[in-house]
């Protein structure tokens, strides 16, 4: 055996104690979007629109795990899931987003809270993945204040309802995606290409965050845990010419550190104004705001699927004061000779590894952290090696950070099943469990095998990815600023 067969084929083992789980988002998976009182979500409303979402497909229908939950149950159970991460509908629960609720959306996160506690998985109930009710978007959405503190409520009620049978909550998944691609890329719901619209969104979300730790804090039990999702990548210049680092170090900050420093270092990102200044003047701040957003959390969620590779590139709008957030003169590239997923994803593990790794560098009180989202997409093949392969070697990754001092608890596998891939309809497959959307039978394919097998025993081999990590959450090193063209 060589020496670079040793290194692939080196075994870690993880600890006892450490969870190990399954993920879904309610827009994705539940269907029934009219059923049982249920009100109109910005994803209903942006799938009607032409051309948003690919063939003009929905989440009309998606899984029906609304009515297959026990279905989906006994799936979690048979894979050996100790826990089971999943999103509520918010207009399932409250309609029109606020006002009176609706007992028969709630009836039904209590059937399956019930039957996972009865099955021996711990729910990690995820409040708001994405599918804002529409009756607040039209009342100006995560753009204005007024919903952030509608969020708060909408916590509360949903304490009340299931705060005895789950201990384990998580505000929001991906304010990035919520706020930059649904408000400034217009790539997803409620598709809209704003400037300050799109900044304030995410302010609004990671206040909407805050006041609702605050508020599950105020009824917690003893031993209940409140925690947030972010989605991280490490971005990556291409060269290092000036312009590409300044590149990455923009596109850094408005995937990742637009999130962390307020979340977990105190104070917004010192590029905020240089970046975005001649965009917005942040008069949705407010004295406070720092912290409340700053509340201390017991857990971080990371979801990681791949680096972004980018360049310098023209930006789209040749005026500043009219340019997206989005719009950033940034423009991701695929490395030659690089690994991809299905998709076309660069698949590269050492980039978990330096997400872990760099956030317990650069924020000394970071809490413990959950990958709560990794997987691997591609058309639906029931022998899918290349998801087996991509599961394996991330999970070498993360018992590698774990050994360089990164603090995780648990891993999520993206995903229980197929389901709607937002803007790319159901072409896109993500599940250790194939859906046939036809018939809705559901075939465990070779990865949910693997996945059982490794749960009972979790030993990973795969590429060695401990070194140095020149990058922080992405970019430049804390405290380098990229020197001028």
Known sequence: ????????????????????????????IEGAVSADGRGLSIWDTFCRMPGAVARGESGEFACDHYHRWQEDVDLMKDLGAGAYRFSVAWPRVLPDGRGPVNRRGLDFYRRLVDALREGGIEPYVTLYHWDLPQALEDRGGWRVRDTAER???????????????????ITLNEPYCSAIVGYGEGRHAPGAREGHGALAAAHHLL????LA????????????????????????????APRDVQAARRMDLLVNRQFTEPLFGGAYASDMAETFGR????????DGDLD?????????GVNYYYRLHVEAAPYEEADPARRSAFDLGVRTVTPQDARTSGLGWVVEPEGLYETLVGLTSRYPDLPPVYITENGYGDDGVLEDGGRIDYLRDHLAATCDAMTAGADVRGYFCWSLMDNFEWARGYSARFGLVHVDYDTQVRTPKASFHWMRDFIADPVVTGPVTTGPVDILVAGTPRGERPAGD
């Open 279 to 286: 965009i917005t003047d942040f008069s949705f701040r407010r």
């Open 292 to 300: 409340i957003i700053g509340t201390p959390v017991d857990f971080l």
């Open 1 to 28: 055996m060589t020496a670079t067969d040793e290194r692939l084929a080196m075994p870690r083992t993880f600890p006892a104690g450490f969870v190990w789980g399954t993920a879904t988002a309610a827009y994705q």
């Open 213 to 240: 730790v605050a508020r599950l804090r105020e009824m917690a039990r003893p031993g209940q845990q409140v925690g947030v999702t972010l989605n991280m990548s490490p971005t990556v210049p291409v060269t290092s």
């Open 151 to 169: 969020f708060a409520d909408y916590a509360e009620v949903m304490y009340d309802a299931l705060g005895e049978s789950v201990s384990n909550w």
């Open 207 to 210: 206040l909407g965050h805050g």
